[in-house]
């Protein structure tokens, strides 16, 4: 495992000139990303995982923490309320040997959404994963999720939309 990032570390802000700050996950965020998991509404939860899942599992918990920084990455999006930090938002990619590509994947709290917080994890994360070597990223997601495919649009780069089974659609992006 690499030592922890921190060159990747930065203040952002939002559409609403809300300040958020984003930091690679740690292996402490454990509890904070099961809070953020409490906080997101069924369909959130829905459009991020493809499944009803109604806790996040501790294995998950693990894979989301236990990263190399290379291969997987993760990028959380904080805030402070009342002298103790809340991630409101994960962009992360996780390459598996069976698959060409990474796989992207980001979720934002509810409450946050609809501010530009999803892009910018998004596109964070794609560079982050062209430093470290990758020019093509995969991602399979729910069709009704147009919140997301008008990011990839939006996002400039080269993308294909094939249409699997289950009624997912898989994402390739040139990044």
């Known amino acids: 495992m690499e030592i922890y990032p921190s060159r990747y570390e930065a203040w952002v802000t939002l559409r609403d ?3 958020v700050f984003l930091t690679p996950v740690k292996t402490t965020d454990g509890p904070l990303l099961l809070e ?11 459009l991020r995982f493809l499944s009803p899942m109604h806790n996040l599992p501790e294995n998950l918990v693990y894979q989301f923490t236990h990263i190399d920084y290379k ?34 994947a980001v979720v934002v ?10 892009s910018i994890l998004l596109m964070r ?22 919140i ?11 993308y294909k ?10 994402i390739e992006i040139q990044a």
């Open 71 to 104: 291969k997987d990455f993760g990028l959380v999006a904080l805030i402070n309320i009342e002298n103790s930090s809340a991630i409101i938002g994960v962009g992360r990619y996780a390459y598996y040997p069976e698959r060409e590509q990474p796989e992207l």
């Open 109 to 118: 709290r509810d409450d946050w959404q609809g501010k530009g917080l999803g």
């Open 148 to 158: 997301i495919m008008n990011i990839f649009k939006r996002s400039g780069y080269d």
């Open 36 to 46: 953020l998991f409490k906080r997101l509404s069924p369909s959130s939860v829905y």
């Open 125 to 146: 994360v794609i560079n982050i994963g062209r430093e470290n070597g990758f020019s093509r990223f995969g991602a399979t997601i729910d069709p009704e999720n147009q």
């Open 17 to 19: 000139e809300t300040k």
């Open 161 to 170: 939309i094939y249409h699997r089974e289950q009624g997912v659609y898989y």
